[in-house]
């Protein structure tokens, strides 16, 4: 059995060992590093503050830190760069829990010819794209709406970008992970010694474990391999501005078969006109800060800005001649249908770069809607995942936007269209100085996920204060994925050091602390 807290006394036995392991520089427990561990986009940061942190940099280090974690039982919550805004930052889900930053660890190996790279977790977009900028490498990122972050830890909690290959976690080939008792295993090919194929065929031999480490708290990812997009010739395809919220019911519509068939291969994202003007400006200058939004408001902020009530950017990708066939086909199902605008977007290679998510450089200004309020402010992202029909994009709009209205929340949202699902990824915007709306954040998310538990959805990604709550939504036979996620926790972790209440996720002897 766990202890339920974290014992003061090992934990002060912890950091001198953990110190001398890894060298006193590396260990941080100031109250201002327990501070800069804290997730600064939460109502009260002080619920997952931490302990502290400490940075290996190197997998032995790694493995030192985590036989020291089980000696002395304290919790470790691995991050890589702990950039995850909206989801938790680097702050764990157990309040006391020593940060696991990675992000000393940055090396970087590409394969030039096969179009792979293998990525300590330490590197970020950034890191990546001007690594291969600086050697001319034909080949793109693929980047979150906020590149500051890692690509593994991006990808690990099956973060999403704009091009072909955005679906981040379906491009992991093979990883290196330390286990929660400090054995270090490859994944895939990598299990052979002297593979010459690790980040080339995803299978290897017997079971397959990559997706295990994804949202899970199993192991501690050192090295991941990721296929890596060969730059296209060409990229080809439309910005489209709607003028009615309604639109998205038979936009949705058009665009679902495309992508079902292959015909668009990134998933293009419908954003409402807020998703476009927070970035650009304060909600101060269109409303008083006690005053909803009306329509008139929204009908000024889209004028100026020139927006629609919504909008998606879809691209297609490759040689020329067949991409110009296949944008052709795209706007053919546009034809007859009512548009604000759509606006044609052309690259070919040779033209200037396109500087753009779409072409994968890496982007931090959506970073901005932080300032949408006047005071700091923050967002808790509540994402559930829908088949992708056009009547339910519909209701579920209508349904959650009369949450929004109920808890005085300023309506933020997209639908995103994967290949045989919808995102529906809401950015639940508010004003950390704003005590009344900080507790209505949290009410608005118990709703919305009582909301899309009625309707089936669950959601594919959660902020650390909702993980019970989200989990509790697969129950089916009795949240019979819980007893078996739970069952390979124990397994490889029986002293319950990783990342304890990841995704629901409790060790033995800690689940009295799920919510
Ligand atoms: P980013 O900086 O890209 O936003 P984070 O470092 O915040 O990513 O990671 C997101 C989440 O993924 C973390 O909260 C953690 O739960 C998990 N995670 C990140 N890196 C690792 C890793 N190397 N091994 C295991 N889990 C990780």
Request: charged share 25%.
């Amino acid at each position: 059995m766990q202890p339920q807290t974290i014992d003061p006394a090992m934990l002060a036995r912890a950091i001198s060992a953990l110190r001398a392991a890894i060298g006193e520089k590396n260990v941080f427990t100031a109250e201002d590093d327990k501070v800069a561990y804290s997730d600064h986009y939460a109502p009260d940061e002080s619920v997952h503050r931490p302990s502290g942190g400490l940075a290996p940099a190197t997998v032995d280090e790694v493995r030192a830190v985590v036989r020291i974690a089980n000696e002395f039982r304290i919790p470790l919550w691995p991050i890589s760069r702990g950039k995850n805004f909206g989801y938790g930052g680097p702050a764990p889900v157990l309040k006391g829990s020593l940060v696991l930053d990675l992000s000393r660890m940055k090396r970087i190996e590409i394969d030039e010819e096969n179009g792979t790279v293998l990525v300590e977790p330490g590197v970020s977009f950034f890191d990546l794209y001007d690594f291969i900028q600086a050697r001319k490498l034909p080949l793109w990122l693929s980047v979150p709406g906020n590149s500051w972050g890692s690509v593994v830890g991006n990808a690990l909690d099956r973060g999403v970008g704009y091009t072909p290959y955005g679906d981040h976690a379906a491009r992991i080939c093979g990883l290196e992970v330390v286990l929660p008792e400090g054995d270090l295993v490859r994944t895939g090919m990598g299990a052979m010694g002297n593979s010459k194929s690790w980040q080339l065929y995803k299978p290897g031999f017997g079971p397959s474990w990559d997706t295990m480490f994804c949202q899970s708290n199993f192991g501690i990812v050192t090295k991941m391999g990721l296929w890596l997009m060969p730059e296209p010739e060409s990229v080809l395809g439309f910005d489209i501005e709607f003028d009615k919220p309604e639109d998205i019911g038979w936009a949705v519509d058009v665009l679902a078969p495309l992508r079902r068939d292959g015909v668009i291969q990134q998933s293009p994202s419908f954003g409402n006109w807020m998703r476009s003007a927070a970035v650009m400006t304060r909600r101060e200058q269109w409303a008083k800060p006690d005053q909803m939004l009306d329509e008139k408001a929204i009908s000024a902020i889209r004028k100026h800005f020139n927006i629609g009530w919504w909008s998606v950017q879809i691209r297609t990708y490759g040689p020329l001649e067949i991409n110009e066939a296949t944008n052709r086909h795209v706007q053919k199902a546009f034809n007859g249908k009512k548009v604000l605008a759509m606006k044609p977007s052309r690259w070919v290679k040779g033209d200037k770069p396109l500087g753009s998510p779409v072409s994968g450089t890496p982007i931090s200004f959506p970073l901005a809607n932080a300032n949408w309020f006047s005071g700091r402010g923050g967002h808790v992202s509540y994402s559930p995942v829908l088949p992708p029909r056009g009547d339910l994009a519909l209701k579920q709009f209508q349904r959650t936007k009369a949450l929004y209205d109920r808890y005085g929340m300023d309506y933020h949202a997209s639908f995103s269209m994967g290949e045989r699902s919808m995102t529906n990824v809401n950015q639940v915007l508010f004003d950390r100085d704003n005590p009344v709306m900080a507790a209505n954040l949290d009410r608005i998310f118990r709703a919305l996920v009582v909301d899309a538990k009625e309707q089936g959805y669950g959601e594919y990604r959660t902020h650390i204060d909702y993980m019970d709550v989200v989990a509790e939504t697969f129950d089916f036979n009795q949240h019979a994925l819980r007893r078996l996620n739970e069952k390979v926790k124990d397994a490889l972790d029986p002293r319950g050091i990783l990342a304890p209440g990841k995704s629901g996720i409790w060790p033995a002897g800690r689940r009295g602390a799920r919510a």
